[in-house]
């Protein structure tokens, strides 16, 4: 425990010598730390030598490939370890998604915003909570829409979406309604679940649909996602849920580290609702002191500058808070860990 304190400890002077120099208590400067070899290459010198290059990058900079886990499940079913084309699967997506540093710190900051409403919305409806990781590997807990036109967190399809119960036209599109899309999604789980018997293939049915998945199951005569072929997208599919789930899990184990401040923290809004024809949005925004940036950040399923209601259909809107704008409160871990670590060192 100390050595992982001290080498956050040594993290932070780190960070804090490429910056600028630094006031100090006596009203002194510490001068910039620089690596005497990088400064004399910047220089020019040892350009011809490849032999002293390639050492400096031997001794100083290293790569870990990461170790698979003795067990692994996905909502509580058996990830069959022992099957070698499973830990070659494995492997490859674990790798890809711990070495995609920018795009995997994105997922765990948008997980912390996104995952505790989806979270409850899956133990509403009786869905495993390990079915949010599908929601992050669709869309990256963005409101994408893909080439073919799937849209939102699930990427439903408008007739699917439609199918479910989502409106959608010109002036609302509930694919972006991170609330009733995940409901949305639940139903298709636990549909695909009550045919196929297991969760595995229940969530690859969710990448090539019930019919095709069925399709595959009865050509190859066996009955579990591991044993099947597959297409390439969805052959790494659930893979690619396991992987999202041992990393977002685990983070530290797979060198991600964050301060509490540094994760994006849920919104903070307030809901009314209006059964009205709204004409215009901008003006409606404005008299509910937002603006038309605000309404569509935090309700993306409004797709216009109005909402016609002929039929009086309850709609859910939020608004900011007061304190929406406010920064996320600061830790004082490094303070905490600073006095642990000076306290131990005088025992």
């Known amino acids: 425990m100390l050595v992982k304190r001290l080498l956050f400890i040594s ?28 400064e004399r290459m910047k220089q020019g010198q040892f350009k011809d030598s490849l032999e002293l290059y390639q050492q400096y990058i031997t001794d100083n900079y290293q790569v870990f490939a990461m170790p698979l886990p003795k067990n692994l499940d996905l909502c509580g079913d058996i990830v069959p370890l022992d099957k070698l084309n499973v830990r070659d699967q494995l492997d490859r997506e674990i790798l890809v998604n711990t070495y995609w540093h920018s795009n995997t710190f994105l997922y765990q900051k948008r997980a912390a915003r996104w995952f505790p409403r989806i979270e409850a919305i899956l133990a509403e409806n009786g869905v495993p909570d390990d079915i949010k990781y599908i929601a992050l590997i669709e869309s990256g807990l963005t409101n994408v829409v893909s080439p ?12 699917t979406g439609e199918g479910y119960g989502l409106e959608i036209n010109k002036y609302v599109d509930e694919r972006y309604d991170l609330e009733k899309s995940t409901v949305a999604a ?3 789980m636990k549909k695909a679940y009550k045919m ?8 690859a049915s969710y990448n090539m649909g019930k019919g095709g998945l069925k399709n595959a199951l009865e050509k190859q005569q066996v009955n579990s996602y591991f044993d099947l072929h597959l297409n390439n997208e969805t052959s790494r599919y659930v893979y690619r849920i396991l992987a999202a789930k041992l990393i977002l899990s685990n983070s530290e184990n797979f060198g991600f580290n964050f301060r509490p401040e540094e994760l994006y923290e849920p919104y903070s809004t307030y809901t009314i ?39 009086g259909k309850t709609y859910i809107i939020k608004l900011p808070k007061g304190d929406f704008n406010d920064l996320p409160k600061s830790s004082d871990t490094t303070k905490q860990i600073l006095e642990e670590v000076t306290d131990t060192s005088n025992a």
Do not use: H
Request: hydrophobic share 40%; charged share 20%.
């Open 11 to 38: 993290l932070i002077f780190i960070s804090a010598s490429c910056n600028n120099k630094q006031d100090v208590k006596d009203g002194s400067q510490k001068p910039e730390v620089k690596d005497e070899m990088v």
């Open 148 to 159: 073919a036109g799937a849209t939102g967190f699930w990427q439903f399809m408008k007739g």
């Open 186 to 188: 639940c139903e298709y």
């Open 196 to 203: 196929f018997g297991n969760w595995s293939l229940a969530a």
């Open 273 to 311: 609702s209006v059964d009205t024809t709204i004409t215009n949005l901008p003006q409606f925004a404005l008299d509910q002191g937002a603006n038309y940036q605000l309404l569509r950040l935090l309700n993306p399923w409004i797709r216009n500058y109005s909402i016609p209601n002929k039929e």
